[in-house]
């Protein structure tokens, strides 16, 4: 018996939610974006991440948006009118929908007719999930993943001793969201409970979680300034991990125990670095600053190349630092690139999914476009039950 395919609401922006959606994508799950239509101004709609990157021809079509949206399909509605908060209802009854998320203000849920209880009246084992800055008890508070890296300690921890500090290179909390939010909605499904389920995940909350290694720390430290500071490129507690340059560019280089730093200075050229006094990984932390000089002046005699396989010969963790341009040359990554074809016929390859699924293997890692602003109105208000004139009429009183 084939499994149900599901469908998922979701009232999407920015990019917490609408990865949480894509990986859904990816499993062969239905997922149907939800925007503002424009208003009387005439303004941007939608998602505003529409509007951010490279321009595609399309005002409405840049290349920031794309990638998080890709195989879905994307509707309109004015939740702000009373109709459209019917709409909504009318379109979970009728699509059979099994799933809603949103990541908009709490404070807004009830203003705009999408909180649990007022939605779970149109399919009572629907799946809610909303995802916020700090969770509903926090309703104004909003969210955006660089300043929720600084509340969360994570710029504090990041960049040079002696630098400002920064976030992350890429928007993790933010994307650790978005899989929190698709576990849980997983989750959920196996629980298999009647009544439906109201979830809500909190970004602060998934941020702090991945403080595994700084916050327990304060229950073993008498000075939290012995371990919390920014620390570049080495590692926190094993001695030597850090970057060193090579005659053609950089390399990272991991040892994590006493075993692999007595393999790694019995190579030619590194003996030196094995005195007595450095076999322990104490012994290395009291004499750090040497030991990262010393290994930096011999990995400048080799090309990245040599280094890397230097090392990898004797199973130690060390890789070049790469460009993106060069980490999507890598063969086990860009066998697994998604793709997909821009509106002007062109296929572009676009990043791989965490794990391939059968549904990605049969569609040969290929999914449609991001959707433009409301492209599937009529389909899917169709699939309602709605007449061309229905839809047309709600179109010009501005509920769609």
Known sequence: ??????????????????????????????????????????????????YIGADLGYPDLHSYYIAPNIGKEAITINLKKKEGQALLKKIIKELKVDVFLCNT????????????????EANPNLIWCGI??????????????????????????TGEPDGKPVPCGIPIIDLKAGDEAFTQVILA?????????????????????????????????KNDNEIFTRSGNEHRSFIPCNVYPTKDGMVYLAIGNDLQWA???????????????????????????????????????????EFVDLCLCINLSVSPVNTIKEVSSLEFISKELLKTQLSDGKTVSLFPSSVETEFLKNNHHTLTCAPRLGEQNEKIFSEAGFRKEEIKSMEIENII
């Open 132 to 157: 916020s800055a700090m969770g509903p008890g926090y309703p104004d508070h909003a969210g955006y993943d660089p300043a929720l890296q600084a509340l969360m300690g994570y710029s504090y921890l």
């Open 105 to 120: 203000l709490p404070k807004r849920y009830k203003q705009l007719g999408i909180d649990f209880e007022t939605l779970k």
């Open 189 to 221: 499904m196996m629980e298999n409970k009647t009544g439906g389920k109201e979830i809500h995940i909190s970004m602060a909350q998934c941020a702090a979680s991945w403080l595994i290694t700084a916050l327990p720390q304060l229950a073993f430290v």
């Open 263 to 305: 393999k790694f200075t019995a190579l030619k050229g590194f003996e030196s670095l094995g005195n007595t006094s450095r076999k322990t990984n104490q012994g290395r932390m009291d004499d750090k600053e040497n030991i990262y000089m010393e290994i930096g002046e011999q990995t400048k005699k080799y090309s990245t190349r």
């Open 1 to 50: 018996m084939t499994a149900k395919r599901m469908t998922v609401l979701s009232l999407e922006q920015a990019l917490a939610l609408p990865f949480a959606t894509q990986r859904m994508v990816h499993i062969g799950w239905r997922v149907i974006r939800i925007e503002n239509p424009p208003d009387e101004n005439g303004g941007n709609a939608g998602d505003p991440n529409r």
